[in-house]
């Protein structure tokens, strides 16, 4: 669920929205200023996985992405994750193929998410993907983007590959 589609009056918007998470954020990671990811449909939303649903490895848009685990899965739905495999300076190609041909166990961390988990971690440089949801409960994260450069935004291929469209529906201050 894109950050348009989320009510104004939502608690996770609210949530999003309130200046001092994203300054402690800020703090905890040793980046200030942070800033709100400016995209109008992935700056926060509301990863629903159903059983079967996998998301692939990637990398995000944004240094840095919140995950809150609302709803867990029966089972599945594990976060995956190479923390920190790739820099400004250096993509790792050897090391990133050897996660993506599963050779690399050990570089690979894995967090069940059980409803809660609040996890912070640098989506642009952390190779990630979940794992497939099993059973008829389905996965709810929410996922809050935030950037050290204020203005970042996804690309229009990304936009309409993930919401199916590339401009928002309803206006983000709704």
């Known amino acids: 669920m ?26 905890v990671l040793e980046h200030r200023p942070l800033h709100r990811f400016a995209d109008p449909l992935g700056a926060l939303n ?20 919140v995950s809150l685990a609302i709803q867990g899965s029966r089972s599945g739905g594990l976060f995956e994750c190479a923390s920190r495999i790739r820099s400004e300076s250096d993509e790792n190609y050897e090391d990133v193929a ?3 041909r599963g050779e690399a166990r050990e570089r690979v961390e894995v967090f069940p998410m059980v409803p809660g988990t609040l ?5 642009r440089h952390s ?14 994260v ?3 983007a935030y950037d050290t450069k204020p203005g970042t935004n996804s690309s229009p291929l990304l936009k309409l590959v993930r919401y199916g469209r ?9």
């Open 127 to 140: 190779l990630h993907r979940v794992s497939p949801v099993e059973g008829d409960v389905p996965r709810y």
């Open 142 to 144: 929410a996922l809050l």
């Open 119 to 123: 996890m912070i971690f640098q989506g």
């Open 166 to 174: 590339t401009e928002p529906l309803a206006s983000p201050a709704a």
């Open 98 to 100: 050897r996660v993506l």
């Open 2 to 27: 894109a950050y348009d589609l989320i009510p104004g009056d939502s608690p996770l918007r609210a949530l999003y929205e309130w200046d001092p998470l994203m300054d402690f954020i800020g703090e």
């Open 46 to 65: 509301l990863a629903v996985m159903n059983e079967g649903d996998v998301q692939g490895w990637h990398y995000d848009s944004t240094d840095f992405v």
